[in-house]
């Protein structure tokens, strides 16, 4: 495995018109510094590549060389081996990889066997004793190199604590809801008076114009309104306050469960699935207090420091030989 000194600090600048675009025919020998926009490599490169954002695409092989490319994306279609691949923000694509530092946003590797791999969302075709750290992780085989196992480090945000946010929203919700009930019950029990019912009845139809009283209606639907004109206003005013209340109810609600459903939309996306487990593999979480949408814009010197934890701030997930593994954070393990 690398040791900590293999991380390169970069220094993303914007590209500009003067930037070449590259076609290189030859071998790049170790110590050569090839720096360009878009680059294409034809024959072996162990050299430095440096792009600054554009695409650097190896057709043959990457050995003890370095290609970095920030916001940007690099391909080797072939073999990559002891080699340092950094693209945070951009996208890395590797058929075969050995012993080899692999950084980006999106990354994908065929088969990958000792290498340290970081990326927000990786897929791994098949992995053979790499340490790997990421937020969104797919690896179709997981097996040991010798006696090293495949150790995967799920970063998770460390999200804030609503406690002190949701007691007074739970509390407003179980007073409001309270309300409600007593003033449903009022309402019920208003709606249980049949002579209150009929003179509704009435009232609505001659508000409406759909009843026209006699003078002896008149005056027997006069008497009513003198006797249950009171007792109609309260149930008025019992439904209009229940109406105001179960809105109010439903916005409490609401900002309750955007603010649940936040945190469990960035859990979700914290995914690890191994389709086949043929070898000792150690699956584990970090709470990361790291709220970018890209895990790989981490400050690069964190790196290392999130591949290589071991202390009580990881906690141990699964530690299989065999099988499958489908794991979303927040979930029971």
Request: glycine share 8%.
């Amino acid at each position: 495995m690398y040791s900590k000194s293999r991380y390169i600090h970069l220094n993303p600048t914007t590209t500009t018109a003067t930037t070449p675009d590259i076609t290189e025919h030859h071998e790049v020998r170790e110590g050569r510094t090839v720096r360009g926009h878009n680059m294409t490599f034809h024959a072996p490169v162990f050299g430095e590549v440096v792009s600054g954002g554009g695409r650097i695409r190896f057709e043959n092989s990457l050995g003890w060389g370095t290609a970095m490319n920030p916001a940007g994306h690099i391909h080797a279609l072939k073999r990559a081996f002891s080699a340092t691949l950094q693209a945070p923000g951009g996208i890395v694509e590797i058929a075969s990889a050995e012993s080899c530092l692999i950084i980006g946003r999106e990354v994908s590797v065929g088969e990958a066997v000792k290498c340290q791999i970081f990326a927000h969302t990786l897929h791994v075709g098949t992995a053979t004793g790499c340490m790997i750290a990421g937020r969104n992780i797919d690896i179709g085989r997981a097996r040991p190199h010798k006696l090293e196992p495949n150790i995967v480090t799920m970063v998770v945000p460390e999200l804030p604590d609503l406690s002190d946010q949701l007691q007074p929203l739970h509390a407003d919700m179980a007073l409001k809801k309270t309300r409600v009930d007593v003033l449903t019950g009022n309402i019920e029990a208003f709606k249980a008076n049949p002579a209150l019912t009929q003179y509704l009845t009435i009232r609505g139809k001659v508000r409406a114009g759909m009843l026209k009283l006699t003078d002896d209606q008149t005056h027997g639907f006069l008497q009513m309104e003198e006797r249950l004109g009171e007792m109609a206003s309260a149930l008025e005013a019992a439904v209009a306050e229940r109406r105001s209340l179960g809105k109010a109810l439903a916005a409490v609600t609401a900002q309750v469960g955007a603010l649940l459903d936040g945190q469990a939309a960035v859990l979700s996306e914290c995914h690890c699935k191994i389709s086949h487990v043929d070898g000792e593999t150690l699956v584990r979480q970090l709470l990361e207090a790291h709220d970018d949408p890209d895990l790989s814009m981490v400050p690069l010197p964190m790196i290392p420091k999130i591949l290589f934890r071991n202390d009580a701030s990881v906690k141990m997930l699964y530690a299989i030989h065999e099988g499958t593994l489908d794991w979303t954070a927040g979930q029971p393990t």
